[in-house]
């Protein structure tokens, strides 16, 4: 072919060539096409996304970040200024230099963080607390003589060789000694105190935790026991220390009482003192005595919570209440209503709300126990001898000289019941046991009737369970324990006069008094502790004398 038509012929071939296969499956993205030749509408302007956007947020947050470091940075440098530059030399040192970065000096705080694994039970608070918890650091070094256990002697120490239970005990490691220590401290305080477990956390729901306190009120024994009641016949116990050993005196104690809280036992006598010990059964620490001047004292009492002692004296109307807290001494000269001219023998009611006060000619006189104002004024047939609160403070016993008992309410002011003692020429002396169940009255002739306390209410002439006769002159002090498995009886006429009765077979118990001794003489105030087991009586001699009941105790 000449070549002036090969020239002619390659622009036609070109021009209908086929075209690229690249060219044909990648579209125009100028045009706007779409896959299938045809141009795509354009999206509209709200649902474009522009790329330019999130890249302004970020820097408009740094921006803002780096602005409030900035202002923060002025503000501490401000706050430099005005500080001393002793304080802050000694800041640099304690904190380091922490003028570019506040965070590495919480950071430095804080501590390093512990990743505790959360648990599902666990609040927020307590999972923060722990994630911030630091690890707890070991010893630098260990020292192997702290490891050898030291062994202390306890028979060159007059205190430590009492706490040894046999003789083989002649050496004891700190360990045990210091066991051997609280449980001393446990008799002492007859169990562990309140403040000493603060640190355990009894876990229960609601539910039960009601359920205890159910049982708990419903009881009314003594929660140390060693057995489940006091056997009969022989009663263990142990001779103590006197309660006063440590203020002695000659003069008559009048009133023994121990505290209904705590381990503390008070002791008043003609001295014109009162005097409180710390009870532990073999020093028996004085604690404090209170002197009232020209004031023979005929009783004194603790009030319900513990936290005044009221005091009378023999030939003076004048009522002493001591506040144990404040540690004031507040005297009531006269009682408004109240016209009696001596004031002597009161009651206090368990509940600490009343005072029963008795007065001469059949009176006997309520009062308000935080006031000190009469209420209320009440009367019997004959003088009044003795009287005393039941155990629920509503109703009032009240036994006159003419041998009969009357039952009066508390709220109404109206008797309820009236009856004769049976074989009694005039009361003495009338007590009710704490868990509601007997009625004790002591007559002249030596008998103690020991009524149910139901048979006092509903019958005009109930008969009592048991008469004990084991005493020949008149009954002057009478004593339920907390407990209510002993009842002490005593006569201030005749020495050795004191018996211990076993409840509920209305026996008395044979060891006690030890007659070949001799050395209790007259009972004028005897008591028992409310929780550890101790007993104690004030005689003629002025010595308070205390026993620990071996059933009530873990020697």
Same mark, same amino acid.
């Given at each position: 072919?000449?070549?002036e038509?090969?020239?002619?012929?390659?622009?036609?071939?070109?021009?209908?060539?086929?075209? @690229?296969?690249?060219?044909?499956?990648?579209?125009? %993205?100028?045009?706007?096409?779409?896959?299938?030749?045809q141009?795509?509408k354009a999206?509209?302007?709200s649902?474009?996304?522009?790329? *330019?956007?999130p890249?302004e947020?970020?820097?408009? &947050?740094?921006?803002?970040?780096?602005?409030?470091?900035?202002?923060?940075? %002025?503000n %501490?440098?401000?706050?430099?200024?005005?500080?001393?530059?002793?304080?802050?030399?000694?800041?640099?040192?304690?904190?380091?230099d922490?003028e570019?970065?506040?965070?590495?000096?919480?950071?430095?705080?804080?501590?390093?963080?512990?990743?505790?694994?959360e648990?599902?039970?666990?609040?927020?608070v307590?999972?923060?607390?722990?994630?911030?918890?630091p690890?707890?650091?070991?010893?630098?070094?260990?020292?192997e003589?702290?490891?050898?256990?030291?062994?202390v002697?306890?028979?060159?120490?007059?205190?430590?060789k009492?706490?040894?239970?046999?003789?083989? +005990?002649?050496?004891?490691s700190?360990? /045990?000694?210091q066991?051997?220590?609280k +449980?001393?401290?446990?008799h002492?305080?007859?169990?562990?105190?309140?403040?000493? /477990?603060?640190?355990?956390r009894?876990?229960?729901?609601?539910?039960?935790?009601?359920?205890?306190e159910?049982?708990?009120?419903?009881?009314t024994?003594?929660? !140390?026991?060693?057995?489940?009641?006091l056997?009969?016949?022989?009663?263990?116990?142990k001779n103590?220390q006197?309660?006063?050993?440590?203020?002695?005196?000659?003069?008559r104690?009048?009133?023994v009482?121990f505290h209904?809280?705590?381990?503390?036992?008070m002791v008043?006598? $003609?001295?014109?003192?009162?005097? #409180?010990?710390q009870?532990?059964?073999?020093a028996?620490?004085?604690i404090?005595?209170?002197?009232?001047?020209?004031?023979?004292?005929?009783?004194?009492?603790?009030?319900?919570n513990?936290? /005044?002692v009221? *005091?009378?004296?023999t030939h003076?109307?004048? #009522?002493y209440?001591?506040?144990?807290?404040?540690?004031?001494?507040?005297?009531?000269?006269?009682?408004r209503?109240?016209?009696?001219?001596?004031?002597?023998?009161? +009651?206090?009611?368990?509940?600490?709300?009343? $005072?029963?006060?008795?007065g001469?000619?059949?009176?006997?006189? =309520?009062?308000?126990?935080?006031t000190? /104002?009469?209420?209320?004024?009440?009367? !019997?047939?004959?003088?009044? *001898?003795?009287s005393?609160?039941?155990?629920?403070?509503?109703?009032v016993?009240?036994?006159?000289?003419?041998?009969?008992?009357?039952?009066w309410?508390?709220?109404?002011?109206?008797c309820?019941?009236r009856?004769? @003692?049976?074989?009694? #020429?005039?009361?003495?002396s &009338?007590?009710?046991? %704490?868990n509601?169940?007997?009625?004790?009255?002591?007559?002249?002739c030596?008998?103690?009737?020991?009524?149910n306390?139901?048979?006092?209410?509903?019958?005009?002439?109930?008969?009592? !369970?048991?008469?004990?006769?084991?005493?020949?002159?008149?009954?002057?002090? $009478?004593?339920?324990?907390?407990?209510t498995? !002993?009842?002490?009886i005593?006569?201030?006429?005749?020495?050795?006069?004191?018996?211990l009765?076993h409840?509920?077979?209305?026996?008395?118990?044979?060891n006690?008094?030890?007659?070949?001794?001799?050395?209790?003489? #007259?009972?004028?105030?005897? @008591?028992f502790?409310?929780?550890s087991?101790?007993?104690?009586?004030?005689?003629?001699?002025?010595?308070? $004398?205390?026993?620990r =009941?071996?059933?009530?105790?873990?020697?």
């Amino acid at each position: 072919m000449p070549p002036e038509r090969r020239s002619r012929a390659r622009p036609e071939r070109r021009a209908g060539a086929r075209p @690229d296969r690249k060219t044909l499956m990648r579209p125009d %993205r100028r045009a706007g096409a779409g896959p299938g030749g045809q141009p795509r509408k354009a999206a509209p302007s709200s649902q474009r996304k522009s790329p *330019a956007r999130p890249r302004e947020a970020a820097t408009a &947050i740094a921006v803002a970040a780096e602005e409030e470091r900035r202002l923060r940075q %002025r503000n %501490r440098l401000m706050l430099e200024e005005e500080k001393p530059a002793v304080e802050r030399y000694l800041e640099e040192l304690v904190f380091g230099d922490v003028e570019d970065d506040e965070d590495a000096l919480l950071r430095r705080l804080r501590g390093p963080q512990v990743q505790v694994q959360e648990d599902s039970g666990d609040s927020e608070v307590e999972n923060e607390a722990k994630d911030n918890f630091p690890p707890q650091k070991k010893p630098v070094w260990l020292d192997e003589e702290d490891e050898e256990e030291e062994m202390v002697d306890m028979m060159n120490n007059r205190f430590r060789k009492d706490m040894m239970k046999n003789a083989s +005990e002649n050496k004891l490691s700190k360990d /045990e000694l210091q066991k051997r220590l609280k +449980e001393e401290f446990q008799h002492a305080m007859g169990g562990v105190p309140a403040w000493a /477990e603060t640190s355990k956390r009894k876990i229960s729901s609601d539910d039960e935790s009601e359920e205890d306190e159910d049982d708990l009120l419903q009881r009314t024994g003594n929660f !140390i026991s060693t057995s489940a009641s006091l056997p009969k016949g022989i009663l263990k116990m142990k001779n103590c220390q006197h309660a006063n050993a440590e203020r002695p005196t000659t003069a008559r104690i009048s009133s023994v009482q121990f505290h209904p809280r705590a381990q503390v036992v008070m002791v008043a006598g $003609l001295d014109n003192a009162v005097s #409180l010990f710390q009870v532990d059964g073999k020093a028996n620490p004085k604690i404090q005595s209170i002197y009232l001047e020209k004031f023979p004292i005929f009783k004194a009492c603790f009030s319900a919570n513990g936290e /005044e002692v009221l *005091a009378t004296s023999t030939h003076s109307k004048v #009522l002493y209440v001591y506040d144990m807290l404040a540690g004031k001494l507040i005297p009531v000269h006269q009682v408004r209503g109240l016209k009696e001219k001596i004031v002597r023998s009161f +009651e206090v009611s368990r509940d600490g709300s009343f $005072l029963l006060i008795n007065g001469v000619a059949g009176y006997f006189h =309520l009062l308000s126990m935080k006031t000190k /104002e009469l209420i209320s004024s009440m009367k !019997i047939n004959g003088r009044i *001898a003795a009287s005393t609160f039941s155990s629920d403070s509503k109703k009032v016993y009240a036994s006159s000289g003419d041998g009969e008992v009357y039952v009066w309410d508390v709220n109404s002011r109206k008797c309820l019941n009236r009856f004769v @003692d049976e074989g009694s #020429l005039y009361g003495l002396s &009338i007590a009710t046991s %704490r868990n509601g169940q007997y009625v004790a009255c002591g007559s002249n002739c030596g008998v103690v009737n020991i009524y149910n306390q139901d048979s006092c209410l509903q019958e005009t002439n109930p008969k009592p !369970i048991k008469a004990i006769m084991n005493l020949v002159t008149g009954v002057t002090s $009478l004593t339920f324990n907390p407990t209510t498995e !002993i009842l002490a009886i005593a006569s201030e006429k005749m020495k050795e006069a004191i018996r211990l009765v076993h409840l509920p077979s209305c026996t008395v118990f044979s060891n006690f008094p030890v007659v070949k001794k001799k050395n209790i003489s #007259l009972v004028h105030t005897m @008591d028992f502790s409310p929780r550890s087991g101790y007993f104690a009586l004030g005689n003629e001699k002025g010595k308070a $004398l205390m026993y620990r =009941l071996h059933h009530y105790s873990d020697f």
